[in-house]
């Protein structure tokens, strides 16, 4: 079983930065690829980037040469990087990771980008 817990979430003005991480229990980090979404309200989740084991990683257009993400699998955590935000980037951002057919949540952090 895995367990995965983001923090980091909080309320930024526009144009700040924030730095959410996700600490995953379990022995699967390492070779899992692992996801950020991200889910406003009334709106469907979204993928927001992703990472393989391997490190090459994927971006939505959206955060595209704003967000990065990272892991470091020594510490078995995930890391979304967010600098120049707006707010339209205001939602619940979750954590995942997937390894074969297995796939894990968290339970979300919530970051707001308002004045």
């Known amino acids: 079983q895995v367990q995965l817990v983001e923090s980091g979430g909080g309320l930024v003005q526009p144009g700040g930065s924030l730095r959410l991480s996700c600490a995953a229990s379990?022995?699967?980090?390492?070779?899992?690829?692992l996801f950020w979404y991200c889910q406003a309200p009334g709106e469907q989740r979204e993928l927001v980037a992703s990472?393989?084991?391997?490190?090459?990683?994927t971006y939505a257009d959206s955060v595209k040469g704003r967000f990065t993400i990272s892991r470091d699998n020594a510490k078995t955590t995930v890391y979304l990087q967010m600098n120049s935000l707006k707010p339209e980037d205001t939602a619940v951002y979750y954590c995942?990771?997937?390894?074969?057919?297995?796939?894990?949540w968290g339970q979300g952090t919530q970051v707001t980008v308002s004045s």
């Open positions: 990472i393989t084991r391997d490190s090459s990683s």
């Open positions: 995942n990771a997937r390894l074969r057919v297995s796939v894990y």
């Open positions: 379990g022995s699967i980090f390492q070779l899992a690829t």
